[in-house]
């Protein structure tokens, strides 16, 4: 298939064969699901017509769930068993959680370090809570196309670090999704506000959700959407204004919370209280704690001024991300909004104020993210047919190795353009030395204890040398999915080490496999039937675009490598009228890989069309 | 097998051929970053993500090295470094420290001006003046590489303003402490 596309990029092999490609915002408060259909990105209602499915799981018992509005009306009731902003916890060790105390359930530590949460129906990971929400949005969009979905993109704060995307796909995996792409979430809403007003220039993306804050900074010419920075706060959204505005009636009131219940049942009625206020200036707080009704009189200056030093801090990280992308507040086109938490008038107030212009909200800012999520999928299913987007994100954290003394050495900054390869080269400190241990974190911070460990690897093998002497070229590679392979090899000898990062609060195949097996228990054989069928529809594809490009390009090829290429096409058309699933998609594989070089010279030629495009035009 | 030519060729050409412009010190950027995009859009992975993993690889291999030479165009002393490294007059920054005495004579005095530093407008006045040193050795590189074609001098050129952005970020980080 590589090779249509090549001569034509962007185009589908056969527009028959559309792909459903789905745009996920799985959110701290709510998620949705949207797709483009007839060129529209729209978001997907539930059969009650309601697009917004609170992020909120429900454990009755072992078997039993709830997913949604049936779990937030029980909340109340069932507080510890009833699972809200999980994303809070996503890829996080217990000694991460800072807001434990507020939280409304219990929770521990786990296997390799990962939060568990205490449920009716044992200890839930928060991947596999994740899992619950992200299966219900899969069922909605294949009950709305009366299909299975090739693929979906699902968005993350453009702040979160491998453990928690990593963690999020795993989430998705075990949610039965193919996972096309994770985004991040300012990018996402930049791509639907992008298209839909047709802009050009510089443009801040402040996304204040339920948990987090994300700030993006990005830059749109001709479809072309390149992120210059990222910044936020992983940790800062509407739950803590929730959190500071109980804390306060709480404190003015004299009233003390003494259970769960009480704590849920002030966080509820604060979040009310909030939502009223965006409209109001003057609410009544109302909640029952510990069986007596506490009612306070609540004016909006006073709410503003409990959260002022929250607003502050989303400010600071604004700035932050101004000075990366090295630029000043008024050289930005526009500032975007996103996120509910935006509707509270004294963000929108602060942001106005802090770039001197009004904001643009024209969007839903609840469905913006997932928009533009869909618009992605839609490109990356290969069903846009005139290819006119194209994004060019950045990793927002460094990337770098623990060196002497536990300091950090950077290999790639944060903002770099993705995909990227960075290299430096290391030496041995001891006489003799032939291993070299390389502790790969990320973070900003110099010393490693400070950052997030990624991965650990050896290099082997090193000729016995004096200190100083080996040379150590360690390479990184971050791939346009943002992972991260690392690879070492000593220059002089030719040995070599390497690792493909799986963060450490990720989940192993093994565990993910089990955990297909327990909770989303699908038949052997239907998996077996769909394997077959998406080998065979590979199959077809592969075959149809190798044929394309021999048509197309096939003088390119001497004798012997035609011949090869076309016994290797019989093959795979044998190989595709049998039933063996793994025999086809190996038949597949071995296309592509004799067809690699082939399709490596066509793309040259696409790029050198590229170059003398250029010439004439500067003519 | 002409065609395994083809690809080593270009994906070893210089930074200057891959983005066809001329191989001076002196760019446009608005047309580097015009550039970028358009081959980008040629070559980025996601142009190819449903088409296997074949095309992924190639694509890959494009698309960083078009960031790369990217990155190293568009910053005016990662530039000037490639163009002496290019002409046999590399900057071996980590090897060779050796500045004129005035030049470092200048550097302590900013040091010692950095460390007194006790408001914003202080911190100010010493950006404008780091400000103004970079610009005066970016101009002298332009003379020296492209007018003059003299490499050496233009390497020890840019490892001054090696020190110089060092003590920019240091600047930057007193910012941060300062509030601002």
């Not at chain 1, 618009?375 to 047919?385: C, E, F, P, T, V």
């Not at chain 1, 032939?434 to 911070?445: D, N, P, S, W």
């Not at chain 1, 390009?553 to 096409?569: F, K, N």
């Not at chain 2, 050496?152 to 240091?170: C, K, S, T, W, Y």
């Amino acid at each position: 298939m590589a090779l249509l596309q090549i001569s034509e990029p962007g185009q589908a092999p056969d527009p028959h064969q559309r792909r459903i490609a789905v745009g996920i915002d799985l959110g701290t408060t709510h998620s949705l699901v949207a797709s483009v259909r007839n060129g529209v990105a729209e978001c997907l209602p539930d059969d009650q017509g309601r697009v917004l499915l609170p992020s909120v799981v429900r454990y009755l018992d072992k078997e039993r769930r709830q997913i949604g509005f049936d779990a937030v009306a029980a909340r109340a009731q069932d507080p510890s068993n009833t699972i809200t902003s999980v994303k809070r916890l996503m890829g996080r060790g217990l000694a991460d959680v800072t807001h434990r105390a507020a939280m409304s359930y219990a929770i521990g530590g786990g296997d390799g370090g990962m939060v568990q949460v205490h449920t009716a129906a044992g200890d839930k990971s928060p991947v596999e809570i994740s899992a619950e929400i992200l299966a219900t949005l899969r069922y909605r969009a294949e009950d709305t196309f009366d299909d299975e979905l090739y693929g979906a993109v699902i968005t993350v704060p453009a702040y979160f670090d491998e453990g928690q995307r990593q963690a999020t796909k795993d989430a998705a995996q075990l949610a039965g999704l193919n996972v096309l792409r994770l985004i991040s979430e300012p990018t996402a809403a930049a791509i639907a506000y992008g298209l839909d007003n047709a802009s050009e220039g510089v443009y801040a993306v402040y996304d204040l959700g339920g948990g987090t804050l994300d700030i993006s900074i990005l830059r749109l010419t001709q479809g072309v959407f390149e992120v210059i920075a990222t910044g936020g706060d992983s940790a800062l959204g509407g739950d803590d204004y929730d959190h500071a505005l109980a804390d306060f009636v709480l404190a003015q009131s004299g009233v003390q919370t003494a259970s769960e219940t009480d704590k849920a049942a002030v966080l509820v009625a604060a979040r009310a209280a909030k939502e009223a206020l965006t409209d109001a200036d003057t609410v009544t707080f109302a909640a029952d704690v510990g069986g007596q009704p506490l009612r306070f009189a609540l004016q909006r200056a006073q709410f503003d001024a409990a959260t002022k030093v929250l607003t502050d801090r989303t400010l600071a990280a604004v700035r932050k991300a101004l000075r990366d992308a090295k630029l000043k507040a008024d050289d930005l086109q526009g500032i975007v909004l996103v996120g509910g938490s935006t509707r509270m008038p004294q963000v929108r107030e602060a942001v106005a104020q802090f770039f001197g212009r009004e904001p643009l909200v024209n969007l839903n800012p609840d469905e913006v993210v997932a928009l533009g999520a869909a618009i992605q999928a839609n490109q990356l299913a290969g069903n846009n047919g005139a290819g006119e987007l194209l994004l060019l994100d950045v990793i927002p954290l460094s990337l770098g190795l623990e060196t002497m003394g536990g300091l950090v050495e950077r290999i790639v900054p944060r903002n770099q353009t993705i995909p990227t390869a960075m290299a430096q080269d290391f030496t041995t400190y001891q006489d003799g030395q032939t291993a070299l241990a390389l502790h790969v974190v990320q973070g900003e911070r110099d010393l490693v204890a400070d950052c997030r460990s990624l991965a650990r690897f050896t290099l082997r093998g090193i000729p016995p040398m004096a200190a100083g002497a080996a040379r150590i070229r360690v390479t990184f590679t971050v791939d346009a999915d943002g992972l991260l392979s690392v690879s070492a090899k000593e220059q002089a000898s030719g040995v070599e080490a390497s690792v493909t990062v799986k963060p450490s609060y990720g989940l192993s195949d093994d565990q993910i496999a089990t955990m297909l097996q327990e909770s989303f228990s699908t038949a052997q054989q239907d998996m077996q039937a769909r394997a077959l069928v998406e080998a065979r529809v590979d199959a077809e594809r592969m075959l149809l675009a190798t044929k394309s490009a021999l048509d197309a390009d096939g003088d390119l090829l001497d004798a012997q490598e035609r011949t090869a290429i076309d016994a290797s096409m019989s093959a795979l058309r044998l190989s595709a009228q049998g039933n063996d699933a793994a025999a086809i998609e190996a038949a597949t594989k071995a296309l592509a890989e004799i067809t690699e070089p082939f399709a490596a010279q066509r793309m040259n030629a696409g790029i050198a069309r590229a170059l003398s495009g250029r010439k004439v035009e500067s003519l | 097998m002409c065609w395994r030519f083809f690809i080593a060729m270009n994906l070893n050409d210089t930074d200057f051929e891959l983005f066809a412009v001329p191989a001076t010190f002196a760019q446009d950027r608005a047309a580097l970053d015009a550039r970028w995009k358009e081959l980008q859009r040629e070559a980025h992975p996601d142009r190819f993500a449903a088409q296997g993993a074949a095309a992924q690889r190639v694509a890959m291999q494009w698309s960083v090295r078009i960031n790369e030479a990217y990155q190293r165009l568009k910053d005016p002393v990662r530039r000037a470094s490639y163009i002496c490294e290019l002409h046999g007059a590399p900057v071996n920054a980590e090897n060779n420290t050796a500045m004129p005495p005035d030049f470092l004579m200048q550097q302590m005095e900013w040091r010692e001006a950095l460390d007194e530093v006790e408001d914003i407008a202080a911190l100010e006045r010493l950006q404008a003046e780091v400000d103004a040193g970079r610009a005066r050795a970016l101009s002298s590189l332009d003379w020296l590489i492209d007018e003059k074609g003299d490499y050496p001098a233009a390497a020890q050129q840019v490892r001054a303003l090696m020190f110089i952005e060092r003590f920019g970020h240091d600047v930057e980080a007193k910012s941060d402490q300062l509030g601002q």
